[in-house]
């Protein structure tokens, strides 16, 4: 088996743990075949040959980022950047955006999500238990890239940073959450071993007039922080 392969295995395995789904739902969820999970997990004398295309489905559906070592040639290594920390935000509940100016923000270096090269990248601290059943707990940094800069596809099973804007644009709320995607609408749930956070939002949440609800950030990694 070669060095690629075995990389691409660890990875799947640490997907399917991270996603807290069957290798089936998780492929459903990513949109990609089961036996594209299943076969190389469970079969060892199967000839994996991944294809990057697919793992990159994979690696949003779960939210667990592609390692280096996938990526073919002389680019293998992952491309570091430093990045602001922007603010908090509370994972599950809504938490108000302090609009007032500050000092220059704290920046740190990451490993850039090579997916979107051109779209905005940033760091929030998460504050709050709301989404702990995705593994999202508080003091982790959430690593956001903008949403529409990515140009990427609203599906279920993202984590997202939603932003609810009221008042006329006067006051502004962030959280995140993830979606699911209804034949009726747009959801929005916290996931939490905390029975306080059940109710869901919808995207479309509001009068069309006083209250808005966007998707402004997708998550691509969070970084966990160790005092």
Same mark, same amino acid.
């Given at each position: ?12 395995? =640490?997907?399917? *743990?991270? @996603? ?7 492929? *459903?969820?990513?949109? !990609? ?11 060892? @004398? ?29 680019? &293998?290594?992952? @491309? ?11 994972? +599950? ?29 940033? /760091? ?5 238990? #709301?989404?702990?059943?995705? $593994? ?8 956001? !890239?903008?949403?529409?800069?990515? $140009?990427?596809?609203?599906? @279920?099973? =993202? ?5 609810? &804007?009221?008042?006329? +644009? ?17 959801? /929005? ?12 939002? =919808? ?12 998707? &402004? +950030?997708? /998550? ?6 160790? #005092?």
């Amino acid at each position: 088996m070669s060095d690629v392969a075995e990389i691409a295995r660890r990875f799947l395995a =640490q997907a399917v *743990k991270a @996603s807290g789904l069957a290798p089936y739902a998780l492929a *459903k969820r990513a949109g !990609v075949a089961p036996t594209t999970i299943t076969r190389p997990l469970n079969d060892e @004398s199967f000839k994996f040959t991944p294809k990057l295309a697919t793992l990159l489905k994979i690696s949003e559906a779960s939210g667990v980022p592609l390692p280096a070592g996938v990526f073919d040639g002389p680019a &293998t290594a992952p @491309s570091v950047g430093d990045l602001p920390v922007i603010g908090p935000v509370q994972a +599950g509940a809504w938490l108000e955006v302090d609009e007032t100016p500050q000092d220059e923000p704290v920046m740190l270096a990451v490993a850039l999500d090579r997916r979107y090269p051109h779209a905005r990248q940033w /760091l929030r601290e998460v504050k709050g238990d #709301s989404m702990d059943a995705r $593994g999202i707990t508080p003091g982790d940094l959430a690593h956001l !890239v903008d949403f529409t800069g990515a $140009g990427a596809e609203l599906r @279920s099973g =993202q984590v997202v940073e939603v932003t609810r &804007t009221r008042a006329g +644009g006067a006051l502004r709320e962030i959280t995140l959450k993830e979606v699911e995607i209804t034949p009726g609408a747009i959801l /929005l749930w916290p996931r939490s071993t905390n029975p306080r956070w059940t109710e869901p939002v =919808q995207l479309d949440d509001g009068d069309g007039t006083d209250v808005e609800v966007q998707v &402004t +950030g997708l /998550l691509v990694q969070t970084i966990k922080r160790f #005092s």
